[in-house]
Protein backbone atom coordinates (compact mmCIF):
# COMPACT_ATOMS: atom_id res chain seq x y z
CA UNK A 1 0.00 0.00 0.00
CA UNK A 2 0.80 3.50 -0.86
CA UNK A 3 2.78 5.65 2.36
CA UNK A 4 0.55 8.71 3.55
CA UNK A 5 3.12 10.78 1.21
CA UNK A 6 2.02 9.04 -1.56
CA UNK A 7 -1.19 9.20 -0.84
CA UNK A 8 -1.43 13.20 -0.48
CA UNK A 9 1.17 13.44 -3.76
CA UNK A 10 -1.73 11.41 -5.55
CA UNK A 11 -4.64 13.61 -4.71
CA UNK A 12 -2.38 17.04 -5.36
CA UNK A 13 -2.02 15.04 -8.89
CA UNK A 14 -5.50 14.92 -9.47
CA UNK A 15 -6.40 18.31 -7.91
CA UNK A 16 -3.76 19.71 -10.61
CA UNK A 17 -5.68 17.85 -13.11
CA UNK A 18 -8.61 18.95 -12.26
CA UNK A 19 -7.50 23.00 -12.73
CA UNK A 20 -6.16 22.30 -15.50
CA UNK A 21 -8.70 20.84 -17.79
CA UNK A 22 -11.28 23.30 -15.98
CA UNK A 23 -8.93 25.79 -17.77
CA UNK A 24 -8.34 24.24 -20.93
CA UNK A 25 -10.86 21.69 -21.81
CA UNK A 26 -13.84 22.84 -23.58
CA UNK A 27 -16.42 20.47 -22.21
CA UNK A 28 -14.97 20.63 -18.56
CA UNK A 29 -15.19 24.20 -19.02
CA UNK A 30 -19.17 24.46 -19.70
CA UNK A 31 -19.86 22.07 -16.52
CA UNK A 32 -22.06 23.47 -13.64
CA UNK A 33 -23.25 20.98 -10.66
CA UNK A 34 -26.77 20.67 -12.25
CA UNK A 35 -24.71 19.27 -15.61
CA UNK A 36 -22.69 17.07 -13.09
CA UNK A 37 -26.04 15.63 -10.94
CA UNK A 38 -26.84 13.14 -13.14
CA UNK A 39 -23.87 11.68 -14.11
CA UNK A 40 -22.80 11.83 -10.53
CA UNK A 41 -25.95 9.99 -9.47
CA UNK A 42 -24.87 7.21 -12.26
CA UNK A 43 -21.18 7.13 -10.96
CA UNK A 44 -22.61 6.04 -7.70
CA UNK A 45 -24.68 3.30 -8.94
CA UNK A 46 -21.93 1.89 -11.11
CA UNK A 47 -20.00 2.05 -7.92
CA UNK A 48 -22.87 0.05 -6.18
CA UNK A 49 -22.91 -2.55 -8.90
CA UNK A 50 -19.11 -3.14 -8.35
CA UNK A 51 -19.52 -3.80 -4.96
CA UNK A 52 -22.47 -6.08 -4.75
CA UNK A 53 -20.53 -8.03 -7.90
CA UNK A 54 -17.52 -8.15 -5.36
CA UNK A 55 -15.09 -6.69 -8.33
CA UNK A 56 -12.28 -4.46 -6.08
CA UNK A 57 -10.49 -3.67 -9.43
CA UNK A 58 -13.35 -2.32 -10.59
CA UNK A 59 -14.22 -0.69 -6.93
CA UNK A 60 -11.14 0.92 -7.96
CA UNK A 61 -12.31 1.99 -10.55
CA UNK A 62 -15.59 3.59 -9.83
CA UNK A 63 -14.23 5.18 -6.49
CA UNK A 64 -11.99 7.32 -8.65
CA UNK A 65 -15.07 8.55 -10.98
CA UNK A 66 -16.97 9.65 -7.86
CA UNK A 67 -13.51 11.06 -6.56
CA UNK A 68 -13.40 13.10 -9.70
CA UNK A 69 -16.70 14.47 -9.70
CA UNK A 70 -16.38 15.42 -5.76
CA UNK A 71 -12.76 17.10 -7.05
CA UNK A 72 -15.12 18.91 -10.03
CA UNK A 73 -17.81 20.33 -7.85
CA UNK A 74 -15.18 21.58 -5.28
CA UNK A 75 -13.23 23.23 -8.18
CA UNK A 76 -16.74 24.84 -9.43
CA UNK A 77 -17.85 26.06 -5.50
CA UNK A 78 -13.88 27.88 -5.71
CA UNK A 79 -14.61 29.49 -8.69
CA UNK A 80 -17.72 31.87 -6.75
CA UNK A 81 -15.53 31.94 -3.98
CA UNK A 82 -17.91 29.72 -2.11
CA UNK A 83 -16.09 26.79 -0.71
CA UNK A 84 -12.94 24.83 -2.00
CA UNK A 85 -11.91 21.22 -1.43
CA UNK A 86 -10.41 22.33 2.04
CA UNK A 87 -13.61 23.63 3.16
CA UNK A 88 -14.70 20.38 1.85
CA UNK A 89 -12.88 18.13 3.60
CA UNK A 90 -12.30 20.41 7.21
CA UNK A 91 -16.27 20.56 7.38
CA UNK A 92 -16.42 16.83 7.35
CA UNK A 93 -13.39 16.32 9.53
CA UNK A 94 -15.19 18.62 11.93
CA UNK A 95 -18.65 16.59 11.57
CA UNK A 96 -16.65 13.51 12.54
CA UNK A 97 -14.61 14.96 15.65
CA UNK A 98 -18.31 16.21 16.70
CA UNK A 99 -20.15 13.47 15.99
CA UNK A 100 -17.61 10.97 17.57
CA UNK A 101 -17.32 12.38 21.18
CA UNK A 102 -16.91 8.71 22.69
CA UNK A 103 -13.21 9.02 20.54
CA UNK A 104 -12.48 12.45 21.14
CA UNK A 105 -14.38 13.14 24.01
CA UNK A 106 -14.82 11.41 27.21
CA UNK A 107 -18.44 9.74 26.24
CA UNK A 108 -18.73 6.12 26.55
CA UNK A 109 -20.24 3.74 24.64
CA UNK A 110 -21.30 -0.04 24.65
CA UNK A 111 -21.88 -1.10 20.89
CA UNK A 112 -22.28 0.42 17.53
CA UNK A 113 -26.03 0.50 18.31
CA UNK A 114 -25.29 3.16 20.98
CA UNK A 115 -23.08 5.29 18.51
CA UNK A 116 -25.69 5.39 16.43
CA UNK A 117 -28.23 6.57 18.70
CA UNK A 118 -26.10 9.24 19.90
CA UNK A 119 -25.14 10.17 16.25
CA UNK A 120 -28.93 10.77 15.76
CA UNK A 121 -29.47 12.99 19.10
CA UNK A 122 -26.28 15.33 18.25
CA UNK A 123 -27.75 15.99 14.72
CA UNK A 124 -31.31 17.25 16.88
CA UNK A 125 -28.29 19.03 19.14
CA UNK A 126 -26.96 21.00 16.15
CA UNK A 127 -30.33 22.45 15.24
CA UNK A 128 -32.28 19.67 13.14
CA UNK A 129 -35.79 20.04 14.02
CA UNK A 130 -36.58 16.18 12.63
CA UNK A 131 -33.84 13.04 12.97
CA UNK A 132 -35.74 12.68 9.35
CA UNK A 133 -34.22 16.12 7.81
CA UNK A 134 -31.19 14.09 6.28
CA UNK A 135 -33.33 11.66 4.50
CA UNK A 136 -32.72 13.07 0.87
CA UNK A 137 -36.25 13.59 -1.01
CA UNK A 138 -35.15 11.49 -4.01
CA UNK A 139 -33.75 8.40 -2.76
CA UNK A 140 -35.11 5.30 -4.33
CA UNK A 141 -37.71 4.28 -2.31
CA UNK A 142 -36.59 0.94 -0.48
CA UNK A 143 -33.55 3.15 0.33
CA UNK A 144 -35.72 5.66 1.54
CA UNK A 145 -37.37 3.68 4.01
CA UNK A 146 -34.45 1.88 5.13
CA UNK A 147 -33.06 5.19 6.07
CA UNK A 148 -36.17 6.43 7.93
CA UNK A 149 -35.95 3.28 9.89
CA UNK A 150 -32.48 3.38 10.77
CA UNK A 151 -32.96 7.19 11.53
CA UNK A 152 -36.41 6.12 13.96
CA UNK A 153 -34.50 3.24 15.26
CA UNK A 154 -31.52 5.74 16.43
CA UNK A 155 -33.89 7.79 18.95
CA UNK A 156 -35.73 4.77 20.17
CA UNK A 157 -38.52 4.76 18.15
CA UNK A 158 -38.45 0.81 17.41
CA UNK A 159 -39.57 -2.64 17.97
CA UNK A 160 -37.62 -4.64 20.67
CA UNK A 161 -37.81 -8.09 19.20
CA UNK A 162 -37.48 -9.68 15.61
CA UNK A 163 -40.73 -11.59 16.09
CA UNK A 164 -42.74 -8.83 16.51
CA UNK A 165 -41.77 -7.06 13.40
CA UNK A 166 -42.61 -10.73 11.60
CA UNK A 167 -45.92 -10.25 13.69
CA UNK A 168 -46.65 -7.17 11.94
CA UNK A 169 -45.44 -8.24 8.74
CA UNK A 170 -48.16 -10.98 8.98
CA UNK A 171 -50.74 -8.91 9.74
CA UNK A 172 -49.77 -6.40 7.08
CA UNK A 173 -50.04 -9.43 4.33
CA UNK A 174 -53.65 -10.10 5.62
CA UNK A 175 -54.70 -6.47 5.73
CA UNK A 176 -53.35 -6.52 1.29
CA UNK A 177 -55.47 -10.11 1.59
CA UNK A 178 -58.56 -8.34 2.39
CA UNK A 179 -58.32 -5.55 0.21
CA UNK A 180 -57.63 -7.72 -2.63
CA UNK A 181 -60.90 -9.83 -1.58
CA UNK A 182 -62.56 -5.82 -1.78
CA UNK A 183 -60.84 -5.72 -4.85
CA UNK A 184 -60.49 -1.84 -4.00
CA UNK A 185 -57.12 -1.08 -5.96
CA UNK A 186 -56.42 2.37 -4.19
CA UNK A 187 -56.29 0.31 -0.93
CA UNK A 188 -54.44 -2.33 -2.26
CA UNK A 189 -51.61 -0.21 -3.09
CA UNK A 190 -51.87 1.48 0.16
CA UNK A 191 -51.72 -2.07 1.93
CA UNK A 192 -49.40 -3.32 -0.57
CA UNK A 193 -46.59 -0.18 0.08
CA UNK A 194 -47.07 -1.07 4.26
CA UNK A 195 -46.05 -4.91 3.65
CA UNK A 196 -43.19 -3.51 1.59
CA UNK A 197 -42.22 -1.12 4.61
CA UNK A 198 -42.52 -4.03 6.81
CA UNK A 199 -40.24 -6.54 4.73
CA UNK A 200 -37.95 -3.74 5.11
CA UNK A 201 -37.80 -3.15 9.01
CA UNK A 202 -37.72 -7.44 9.12
CA UNK A 203 -34.82 -7.17 6.82
CA UNK A 204 -33.21 -4.32 9.65
CA UNK A 205 -33.92 -6.52 12.61
CA UNK A 206 -32.17 -9.79 10.29
CA UNK A 207 -29.33 -7.64 9.55
CA UNK A 208 -29.72 -7.83 5.75
CA UNK A 209 -29.56 -4.89 3.49
CA UNK A 210 -32.90 -4.74 1.01
CA UNK A 211 -31.59 -2.88 -1.48
CA UNK A 212 -28.48 -5.27 -1.75
CA UNK A 213 -30.69 -8.54 -1.52
CA UNK A 214 -32.81 -7.46 -4.33
CA UNK A 215 -30.25 -6.46 -6.16
CA UNK A 216 -28.57 -9.84 -6.04
CA UNK A 217 -31.58 -11.06 -6.75
CA UNK A 218 -32.17 -9.10 -9.71
CA UNK A 219 -28.75 -10.09 -10.68
CA UNK A 220 -29.45 -13.84 -10.41
CA UNK A 221 -32.59 -13.72 -12.36
CA UNK A 222 -30.77 -12.03 -15.21
CA UNK A 223 -28.19 -14.51 -15.76
CA UNK A 224 -30.71 -17.28 -15.22
CA UNK A 225 -33.20 -15.40 -17.97
CA UNK A 226 -30.34 -14.98 -20.18
CA UNK A 227 -29.06 -18.84 -20.47
CA UNK A 228 -32.88 -19.60 -20.78
CA UNK A 229 -33.04 -17.18 -24.22
CA UNK A 230 -29.10 -18.61 -25.20
CA UNK A 231 -30.92 -22.25 -24.99
CA UNK A 232 -33.58 -21.07 -27.13
CA UNK A 233 -31.34 -19.96 -29.67
CA UNK A 234 -29.50 -22.87 -29.56
CA UNK A 235 -32.50 -24.97 -30.69
CA UNK A 236 -34.21 -21.91 -33.28
CA UNK A 237 -36.98 -21.52 -30.31
CA UNK A 238 -38.24 -18.31 -29.34
CA UNK A 239 -39.21 -18.31 -26.14
CA UNK A 240 -42.92 -17.11 -26.88
CA UNK A 241 -42.96 -21.22 -28.83
CA UNK A 242 -41.77 -23.00 -26.21
CA UNK A 243 -44.17 -24.46 -23.12
CA UNK A 244 -43.23 -23.69 -19.53
CA UNK A 245 -42.43 -26.94 -18.70
CA UNK A 246 -39.48 -26.86 -21.54
CA UNK A 247 -38.81 -23.44 -20.22
CA UNK A 248 -38.44 -24.74 -16.90
CA UNK A 249 -35.92 -27.42 -17.36
CA UNK A 250 -33.43 -24.94 -18.50
CA UNK A 251 -34.05 -22.21 -15.80
CA UNK A 252 -33.26 -25.17 -13.13
CA UNK A 253 -30.00 -25.64 -15.74
CA UNK A 254 -29.09 -22.39 -15.01
CA UNK A 255 -29.65 -22.57 -11.09
CA UNK A 256 -27.51 -25.56 -10.63
CA UNK A 257 -24.59 -23.68 -13.17
CA UNK A 258 -24.72 -20.80 -10.51
CA UNK A 259 -24.48 -23.27 -7.66
CA UNK A 260 -28.08 -21.03 -6.64
Known amino acids: ?6 QLKAFDRLLTIMDELREQCPWDKKQTMETLRHLTIEETYELGDAILDRDLDEVKKELGDVLLHIVFY ?10 DIADVCNNICEKLISRHPHIYG ?40 SRIQ ?27 QHEINENNQEKIEAEFGDVLFS ?7 LKVNPENALERTNKKFIKRFQYLESKAKEMN ?24
Do not use: C
Open 1 to 6: MNSRKE
Open 74 to 83: AKIGSETNDF
Open 106 to 145: DVKVADEEEVKRNWENLKLKEGKSSVLEGVPKSLPAVVKA
Open 150 to 176: EKVAGVGFDWEEPQQVFEKLQEELGEL
Open 199 to 205: MINYARF
Open 237 to 260: KSLKDMTLAEMDVFWNEAKKINNQ
